[in-house]
């Protein structure tokens, strides 16, 4: 065999056509095509059906978030889900129901005080009982969305009723929006259906005083009652 | 040159490429990786692939310069002893004897008298006899003048007759 393929290559054409007719030629394995396929052309065949569709609905999920995130602190609150406001409208009906029907007790000190803090599960070591502008007038125990605790109400001298609730504060967050300095402290100041709303948390508890004093003026005069109650009063829960 | 055209184009040449990367490594996994490493290189420098020129050339020539960065250097560190010292005339490349015993065909003889010859010979050759490519292609690819390839071809083929009558 070996003289046959020397007769082939006497001159440079015979070798060179010996070498395109008899040396084997490799072709690439089945399996090397599919690597290099997939080297030039990654990922080609699932672009094919989601490719098209992705940049789009990326696109749109991204402004949607964008909007939403935009329009959420103007969207109006679901009143039933926020304990802030939930709290806030169970202080006020109290508050509607004091102004309505609260009385004077002449033994809110002695008799009534002990009482309403002894089944409340909310003590006071310290409480104001009163000046000559304010007087507290009443205590009782109360009940306000799943919370027991214990309410103070005290008249001042031009007649107006304030409210004041102290209940367990729990996981109740008070939002950053409407925090007002008064004197050393800073509670969320707001109005609601004509009333005005001054809310703190204390060793705990959340606390609320509510009244109906809501001109300017008389929002200076509420504040001036605040300082002296959240000064002198130190509720602690029992439980 | 548009990147699908690229491609389409590129993958046309595979099986020559594959050819070649054989006669180089002997080896059919050592191919199969310098192939598969051209293309990676070929892709990662296609924009330097100048349009309207030889396609497959350029392939050739980075598979060709793939093979001398890497094969050769591992080929050359294999042929290191255990403590460094080059073990004489060690082969470059796996010999096809296991092969020989099997056939006896004209085709193994010209098989076996090709991996004698050194690189620089048996690439132009295996270019320009068996890919068909321009002597100024090849010349391109090696890196030399076209002068250059003229002689290494006349010299491989020169080597290979007298490989061949070895085989007597």
Excluded at chain 1, 12 to 39: N, Q, S
Excluded at chain 1, 63 to 74: F, G
Excluded at chain 1, 139 to 165: F, N, W
Excluded at chain 2, 123 to 147: H, K, N, Q, S
Aim: aromatic share 8%.
């Amino acid at each position: 065999m070996a003289n046959d393929v020397n007769g082939e290559h006497e001159d440079d054409g015979g070798m060179g056509r010996l070498l395109r007719e008899r040396l084997p030629r490799h072709p690439a394995p089945p399996v090397l095509r599919a690597a290099v396929v997939e080297t030039l052309m990654p990922g080609r065949p699932r672009q094919s059906w989601w490719g098209s569709w992705l940049p789009p609905a990326f696109s749109a999920v991204a402004t949607a978030m964008i909007m939403l995130l935009y329009l959420a602190p103007s969207l109006p609150s679901a009143p039933g889900t926020d304990p802030v406001q939930l709290v806030t409208r169970a202080v006020l009906a109290e508050h509607a129901r004091n102004i309505f029907w609260g009385q004077v007790r002449a033994d809110v000190v002695p008799a009534a005080l002990p009482r309403a803090m002894a089944e409340s599960g909310v003590a006071l070591s310290w409480v104001f009982t009163g000046d000559e502008e304010i007087q507290l007038i009443d205590a009782k125990p109360t009940y306000l969305e799943g919370r027991r605790g214990i309410e103070l109400t005290y008249q001042d001298v031009a007649g107006h009723t304030i409210t004041y609730v102290i209940v367990p504060g729990g996981s109740v967050t008070l939002p950053e929006r409407g925090r007002v300095q008064i004197d050393r402290w800073r509670p969320v100041v707001k109005t609601e259906n004509g009333f005005s709303l001054i809310m703190w948390r204390q060793q705990g508890l959340l606390c609320v005083m509510a009244s109906d004093l809501v001109s300017a003026e008389d929002l200076a005069r509420f504040k001036q009652y605040f300082v002296k109650v959240r000064s002198s009063t130190e509720p602690y829960a029992v439980y | 040159m548009a990147d699908d055209e690229f491609r389409q184009q590129a993958l046309q040449h595979l099986d020559a490429l594959h050819n070649l990367a054989v006669y180089l490594t002997r080896n059919g996994s050592e191919a199969e990786d310098l192939v598969q490493e051209t293309y990676v290189r070929a892709m990662r420098f296609s924009h330097r692939f100048q349009p309207g020129t030889h396609l497959r050339a350029w392939l050739f020539q980075i598979l060709r310069n793939t093979f001398l960065t890497f094969y050769r250097l591992r080929e050359r560190e294999s042929a290191l002893s255990e403590d460094g010292v080059p073990e004489g005339e060690a082969p470059m490349f796996h010999d096809a004897a296991s092969r020989d015993s099997e056939s006896s065909g004209a085709h193994m003889d010209l098989d076996r008298a090709l991996t004698k010859l050194p690189e620089e010979f048996k690439t132009p050759l295996l270019l320009a006899e068996v890919e068909g490519l321009a002597l100024e292609d090849v010349a391109r690819i090696m890196d030399c003048p076209v002068g250059t390839v003229k002689s290494r071809i006349f010299r491989a083929k020169e080597r290979l007759r007298g490989y061949l009558k070895d085989y007597k």
